[in-house]
């Protein structure tokens, strides 16, 4: 397209036209072309190599309101959710402590003793420091420096 690409086009369609049902027609079918097309309002997604015949059936979806994914769109969509899936599925370190060890971490990086932490939590400092040792094991911290960096990126503490 000589004045603007597809996205593009889709995006200023659909903001200005926005009952206009859009099909995109392309060569790519992967999902770093799909995704975006569908997000900015296309109904559907085909790639120029499809046959006459599935060209059809998408444009008759599209006009009837139905979404249209050829199949190798259909296919990196799957796959894309599929990644983030896989990645939304690890857990976060931090979320995997346990309050006591959340508080034990915010005291330490705040620069509190073991033995001033086991006053305020009344518990003994060797409690402290059991915390402390299966907090980093969690996080696989092995350093207070370390520790620090970890919890002024997690917020658990502002310069």
């Known amino acids: 397209m000589p004045i603007m690409g597809g996205l593009e086009a889709t995006r200023r369609i ?47 979806a599209v006009y009837n309101g139905e979404s249209f994914l050829s199949p190798s769109a259909a296919t990196a969509i799957v796959e894309e959710y599929r990644q983030k899936a896989s990645v939304q599925g690890e857990k976060d370190p931090y979320e995997q402590l346990t309050d006591r060890e959340k508080e034990v971490l915010k005291l330490v ?29 969690k996080l696989n911290i092995h350093s207070k420096t370390d520790l620090i960096k970890f919890a002024i990126r997690k917020r658990v503490i502002t310069l």
């Open 14 to 60: 659909r903001r200005e036209f926005p009952g206009t049902k859009v099909l995109a027609l392309t060569q790519y079918d992967d999902s770093e072309y799909v995704i975006p097309i569908i997000e900015a309002g296309a109904c559907g997604f085909v790639t120029k190599m499809v046959a006459f015949s599935e060209l059809a059936s998408a444009i008759q």
């Open 109 to 137: 990086v705040e620069g509190y003793t073991a033995r001033e932490i086991a006053d305020m939590l009344v518990v003994s400092p060797k409690t402290v420091e059991g915390y402390k040792a299966s907090l980093m094991t």
